[in-house]
């Protein structure tokens, strides 16, 4: 074999090595991310003079439809609501013509409901209008929903609904309203195109979609007097969302409830079962807070022998005997209450012997003992409540929470409130302006036309509060002093 045809192999080997090291799976290129561009609508957008009773629009690309239902929606409301479906690049609405009434705008607002078939790209939100009449409506309604018991914005979830100011006030527990809308993320409502006719307004947490209001679970808020769109001569819309309070006391079964954050026990014997919320994984652990009592909750009427229950604590490896309070909750009769004065990160004992408890029948509860280790300072926080003078007195209540836990609510009788021993959590403050002077925040009634008591919350935010930490707070800041302008020389 000569030199040239060596050559010529090993270039040939070399350009096929190369070739190969060259060779990539291909890419799927870039993600589509174009919104479905309309090309073509009918009946035209905006008639009037007309009963529209099928629209079509078409697309530059297959489409599908979203949650229709839901996303597109017709105002004012039909008792049949319009048909929405898709096929290939088309939308079709049919709506029944003969649920439209005379001189009427119409707007149907297609939200998210046009997507595209492979990405899912929304077509932005649309509105279709026309009128059946020579004009169209176009006045605007707007306010804001805040939640009645925090005084913060309602944020969502929440439909504003108008009846005709001629109907019964029970209107909105029988049929879906004329108009309806959606609150924002920060809590307001717009209404748009509407006639200028006298409403009544009112905002439902709409929890099963019927688009009334169903009272239970669901929250309602409105108004003492009509609304008109145009007017201005009135003040802002401002609706408070509440909860209608059941006034039926209804027992709880306490022996289905497990304290979480605390690690409650549950004992359990013929039936006859009680829980404590006291966390015994660790003797070591500072688990037990020293603001709260010990609470046996029984599943059952109990009668108790206090000779049988002992409270001790560890001290210097004496077991001392700890005197202690006991009680039945007045609230919740099968609740007893044992309330001590706790020293800090110190070894308790609790021993329930044989005997300690029978139910009404003469069954007994099982013994238990429970070893648990108090906290200490050092594992609370504090807080300093600046108020302004114009809160104190008995017409107002201050009232703090600690996650959902209400921690203080007392009427505001000083300009300062020192809070001390308290848990790391998220706090939030607030004020009651409490009109009947019970102490607390009170729910309004729809059909009594009574509204609930305002709550003026801290500006400032949630305080999150770790342990050793010690925060003040001013109820209202005082605005920053105004910075003096610089002064410009003068030209001469």
């Known amino acids: 074999m000569n030199n040239r045809f060596l050559h010529y192999l090993l270039g040939i080997s070399v350009l096929t090595a190369v070739g190969c090291a060259n060779i990539t799976t291909p890419t799927g290129g870039k993600k589509d991310v174009t919104a479905p561009k309309r090309l073509t609508i009918s009946p035209a957008d905006s008639l009037r003079n007309t009963r529209v009773k099928k629209i079509e629009l078409t697309f530059d690309e297959y ?42 705008t119409y707007r149907i607002s297609f939200n998210n409901a046009i997507r595209d078939l492979h990405e899912n790209n929304p077509y932005p939100a649309f509105t279709y209008v026309f009128s059946t009449g020579a004009y169209f409506d176009s006045l605007q309604l707007g306010g804001a929903v805040i939640n009645a018991a925090t005084g913060m914005p309602d944020t969502s979830g929440t439909l504003i609904m108008l009846y005709s100011a001629s109907e019964n006030d029970s209107a909105i527990v029988r049929h879906a309203p004329k108009y309806i809308t959606n609150i924002d993320k920060s809590g307001n409502f717009m209404f748009k195109g509407l006639p200028k006719k006298a409403f009544k307004i009112y905002a439902v947490k709409d929890a099963n979609d019927n688009r009334m209001y169903d ?13 008109t769109p145009g007017d201005t001569t009135g003040a802002p819309i401002k609706l408070k969302l509440f909860t209608e309070v059941d006034t039926t006391i209804k027992e709880v079964d306490t022996t289905t409830k497990v304290n979480n ?23 070591d652990k500072k688990s037990f807070d020293i603001n709260n009592d010990i609470v046996v909750s029984f599943s059952r009427t109990a009668v108790i022998n206090k000779d049988k229950i002992t409270l001790s604590y560890d001290s210097s490896d004496v077991a001392v005997t700890e005197n202690y309070r006991l009680a039945t909750d ?72 600690a996650d959902n836990d209400t921690i203080y609510q007392k009427q505001v009788t000083d300009t300062v409130i020192d809070l001390t021993r308290l848990r790391p959590a998220k706090y939030n403050f607030r004020i009651i302006e409490d009109r009947n002077r019970n102490g607390k925040w009170d729910a309004g009634y729809l059909f009594r036309k009574v509204q609930p008591e305002d709550v003026i919350p801290y500006t400032g935010g949630s305080l999150m509060l770790k342990a050793g930490w010690e925060n003040t707070i001013d109820f209202e800041p005082k605005p920053e002093p105004k910075k003096a302008a610089d002064k410009v020389p003068n030209k001469r």
């Open 215 to 227: 009272g239970e679970t669901e929250m309602i808020a409105f108004l003492d007097q009509t609304v």
């Open 63 to 104: 489409i599908t439809l979203a949650d229709a239902a839901k996303e597109v929606q017709i105002s004012p409301l039909l008792s049949i609501q319009p048909v929405v479906t898709n096929t290939n690049k088309k939308v079709i609405v049919k709506i029944a013509d003969s649920l439209l009434e005379e001189n009427t």
């Open 330 to 401: 007045p609230t919740h009769p099968h609740n007893l209450k044992l309330s001590v004065n706790w020293k800090e990160n110190v070894l308790y004992t609790l021993k329930l012997a044989k005997g300690f408890a029978k139910d009404t029948a003469g069954t007994e509860a099982p013994p238990a003992k429970y070893i648990f280790r108090t906290k200490d300072e050092d594992d609370y926080g504090k807080i300093s409540i600046r108020l302004p003078g114009k809160y104190k007195g008995a017409t107002f209540v201050l009232q703090v929470t």
């Open 261 to 283: 954050r605390t690690g409650s026990v549950t004992a359990k014997t013929e039936g006859f079962s009680y829980s404590l919320p006291i966390d015994t994984s660790s003797r």
